[in-house]
């Protein structure tokens, strides 16, 4: 794991050493049209919760900028791991779950609020402690990490991969409701479920990702605090 860390720890430099990099480079950096359109759906689907949850304005769309670049850790690693269609070795799963730190990272060399960082950090930690990297669990858990954490799932199990095909919307609900308060905050599940925004969003997300303004020039625009 120290070796990691001190890759982690390069990246941190390398990134500060090309400060006129755009945070678009690193966006593009994920380098896959496929991960660039999960993070599109896990954006949306966690502003919906963010925001049947009374959250205000300014914390859906911290939520939403959360969401989109919550896997750019990825940007780090290499294809070869990323795109591996055999078993990952242990260190390879590893190497892998360390996205989400690299990924804090990263985003803190670019002045990133903590909020966001902290969300990104915590977007695989689960409600039961199993998750990583930290294995928080419960309260330790920030609402933004859970919440990205649901989303991330419920997507991940309604897109189709090389792996396995996608799951129904009336399977995903399923399977959502068995884990909840063990992977997932009950709370967040109840909220989740009795959203028609999201069934509305399900159903609409091909065209939407299609037509999701990449982000190029006008990326200042997005990225507003
Ligand atoms: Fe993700
Ligand atoms: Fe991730």
Redesign the pocket.
């Known amino acids: 794991m120290e070796n990691y860390t001190l890759y982690a720890n390069s990246i941190e430099y390398s990134v500060k050493m090309k400060s006129s990099e755009k945070l678009f480079g690193l966006l593009m950096g994920i380098r896959s049209p496929s991960r660039y359109h ?2 599109i759906r ?1 954006s949306s689907y966690a502003g919906i919760i963010g925001g049947a949850m009374g959250m205000s304005r300014k914390q859906v769309r911290c939520l939403e900028i959360a969401g989109l670049i ?2 750019i850790g990825f940007s780090a690693i290499n294809d070869n791991i990323l795109e591996k269609r055999t078993t990952l070795t242990p260190d390879e799963y590893a190497y892998i779950q360390l996205h989400p730190i690299i990924g804090m990272k990263i985003l803190d060399c670019y002045g990133f609020p903590q909020d966001i960082m902290k969300a990104v950090v915590e ?1 695989h930690e689960a409600f039961d402690g199993s998750g990583y990297p930290l294995g928080l669990k419960r309260e330790q858990i920030g609402i933004y990490g859970k919440i990205l954490f649901l989303s ?1 799932y419920f997507d ?1 199990i309604t897109t189709d991969t090389p792996y396995k095909n996608a799951s129904s919307i009336d399977e995903a609900i399923q399977s959502v409701k068995q884990l909840s308060n063990k992977k997932f905050d009950p709370e967040l599940v109840d909220t989740l479920l009795n959203s028609e925004e999201i069934s509305h969003f399900y159903m609409h997300k091909e065209s939407i990702c299609k037509n999701y303004p990449v982000p190029g020039s006008n990326l200042d625009s997005i990225i507003t605090f």
């Open positions: 999960h993070c896990v919550h896997d977007h991330e991940t």
